[in-house]
C-alpha cells in the first residue's frame, strides 16, 4: 500500500490506548538525510475567539499503528 503527503493531512489522529482524538494532521517531517518521513505534526488549536494557540504536536512516525482511510491510530501521546 502506498500513501501520498497530501492523503495523511487532514486525517483525526487517535490513541489505540483510550481511543482520544489528539487531532488532525497538519504537516509532516523528513530527515532529510534518508528522504524518510520522521514524524507528522498535528497542528495548535486555537484559544477562545482566536487569542493564543496550544503548541503543535510531532508524533514520532515509528508510533504510527495504523493508517486508515480517515484517521491514524498511533499507541502513544
Do not use: H, N, P, Y
Not at 507528522?40 to 494557540?53: D, H, L, N, P
Amino acid at each position: 500500500m502506498t500513501c501520498s503527503v497530501g492523503s495523511l493531512c487532514d486525517k483525526d489522529v487517535i490513541t489505540v490506548c483510550d481511543g482520544m482524538r489528539i487531532g488532525t494532521v497538519t504537516d509532516v517531517e523528513f530527515d532529510t538525510c534518508t528522504g524518510c518521513i520522521s514524524a507528522v505534526v498535528i497542528g495548535g488549536r486555537q484559544g477562545f475567539f482566536g487569542v493564543g494557540k496550544t503548541e503543535d504536536v510531532k508524533i514520532c512516525w515509528s508510533d504510527i499503528q495504523v493508517i486508515g482511510d480517515d484517521t491514524i491510530l498511533v499507541k502513544k501521546q
